[in-house]
């Protein structure tokens, strides 16, 4: 009988807590010769054997979907094993058809009807396209060929935006590891609130949370064994160093060795066991079935209260990584293998159609109905100055955020972001924002989500109760910017 430990992704959805990630497909793959997907799907048996039966993958993971659907037709009983895929789309221009290709696509590779969990990722907020993308794959789930919607890599505001805006999902996967705590605090409150189950990756740090590097010397990120070892080295240098990194495997090995497991695994079970995690994920390695019984032995033993107080006390003499869960996809510093988006993106294109009307005017328009209507551009710039008109939280036809004033806002500085990002600035160029707030009872939900965005920015600004256009808006705000030069 296997000893592996289960959790409810959702209803109908039982996955084991580890989950089986290929990612290492694409890098077996690098040089241009896709691995055989008959023969590799031989190796995955060794897994669901084990009782290892969810798999987790993506679109550009090489021929992961290929060779999972190859394995998942050979069992008797294909409902015994969860395979997890992810869209992660171009930046750019789409539409209701590019999405539904995107999933007829993986059904395709992976012989399935009804992808078991679709999981999304978004490359610029201030880009609203990526919600025209997350509405029409509920479409396609309210349609049948997507059970569940999962997202990836997205921050505590914009998975608060997505539950508020009526898009139902189950999961957020992202960064989690004893060196990364940025889930841990309001990502978790969010998602205990709302049913959503945290799916962690990264909790081995490509290797590094292991006895291989206990007491070895400081390593530079180039001369790293792996992409993975690279993207991982950064962010033990946000965390502070090699220095403060060495203590941190001193204390998991005494942890260790009181289980008699290793570090990989108490790293690994640490996370494992904080609310909200549903599962973890460890990359696959191809036939070496002793990877397998290094994973089973997480459910060999659990931490107990003294354990979980060593790791946290030591986690403190860390430096906490910057931002929310997925920004180092999307600002500095970018805690990628490379240092950049290079390797991921070439460019992000500007998120609204821009008319240039003289030589120093230029305006850009948002697309909502009041814009022709009323008469006005959502932004215009004039020579270095760009001025945002008072937007809501609307998109398209569609209000965005529901009645909660934060995901509101959120989604209004989105918009703003998104008209400066177009006429050539960025949000850190914002020097003045104006807000109109429906109810004075929302004047600090919408207050705190304007300290969360421009905190380190902090422009002059106003808030001002007043009565706003369309009951079902709840907030307003106009901004000024001014770039550091005119072009």
Not at 145 to 154: E, K, P, S, V
Not at 232 to 252: D, M, N, T
Request: aromatic fraction near 8%; glycine fraction near 8%.
């Amino acid at each position: 009988m296997s000893k592996v430990e289960y959790s409810q992704l959702a209803p109908g959805l039982r996955v084991s807590k580890v989950l089986t990630g290929l990612w290492q497909i694409a890098d077996l793959e690098r040089h241009g010769k896709p691995l055989d997907p008959v023969a590799t799907a031989q190796h995955l048996w060794n897994y669901f054997n084990a009782g290892l039966t969810t798999f987790d993958m993506a679109d550009h993971y090489g021929s992961a979907e290929l060779i999972t659907g190859h394995f998942r037709q050979q069992l008797s009983s294909p409902e015994e094993v969860q395979l997890f895929t992810k869209w992660v789309p171009e930046p750019g221009d789409t539409s209701r058809e590019k999405v539904r290709q995107a999933v007829e696509r993986a059904l395709q590779r992976m012989q399935m009807e009804c992808l078991d969990l679709m999981q999304y990722h978004a490359w610029n907020y201030a880009d609203p396209r990526w919600l025209d993308e997350l509405y029409w794959l509920q479409e396609l789930r309210e349609e049948g060929l997507i059970r569940h919607i999962g997202l990836t890599n997205f921050d505590t505001a914009h998975l608060r935006l997505v539950l508020h805006s009526g898009i139902k999902v189950v999961s957020n996967q992202v960064c989690y590891s004893l060196l990364d705590q940025r889930a841990a605090g309001e990502m978790t409150k969010l998602c205990l609130a709302h049913n959503v189950n945290l799916l962690a990756f990264g909790t081995l740090a490509g290797g590094l949370l292991s006895e291989k590097w206990l007491d070895q010397a400081d390593r530079a990120i180039e001369h790293m064994e792996t992409w993975s070892q690279m993207k991982y080295r950064r962010f033990i240098e946000v965390a502070g160093g090699w220095q403060k990194f060495q203590p941190l495997l001193r204390v998991i090995q005494i942890v260790a060795k009181k289980h008699g497991v290793s570090i990989a695994n108490v790293a690994s079970r640490y996370i494992m066991e904080q609310p909200a995690v549903g599962g973890i994920i460890i990359g696959a390695s191809l036939g070496k079935s002793e990877y397998i019984e290094r994973n089973l032995a997480l459910f060999d033993f659990q931490l107990d209260r003294e354990d979980h107080q060593r790791i946290a006390t030591s986690l403190e003499t860390l430096s906490p990584i910057p931002g929310d869960c997925g920004d180092e996809y999307r600002k500095p510093p970018f805690l990628t293998a490379s240092g950049d988006l290079s390797h991921h993106i070439e460019k992000l294109p500007a998120p609204y159609p821009v008319t240039q009307m003289n030589n120093n005017r230029s305006k850009a328009l948002s697309g909502t109905v009041w814009e022709d209507q009323a008469g006005f551009s959502r932004a215009v710039r004039i020579n270095d100055r760009i001025l945002v008109s008072g937007s809501t939280a609307t998109h398209g036809t569609k209000a965005i955020g529901g009645n909660d004033p934060a995901a509101q806002m959120h989604f209004v500085i989105d918009k703003i972001e998104g008209a400066v990002q177009s006429l050539g600035g960025q949000l850190e160029d914002v020097v003045r924002t104006r807000i109109f707030i429906q109810n004075m009872d929302d004047w600090e939900p919408i207050a705190r989500a304007h300290g969360q965005r421009f905190k380190d920015i902090q422009p002059a600004n106003t808030m001002i109760r007043a009565d706003i256009i369309g009951e079902e808006y709840l907030v307003e705000m106009e901004a000024e910017a001014i770039l550091p030069s005119a072009s």
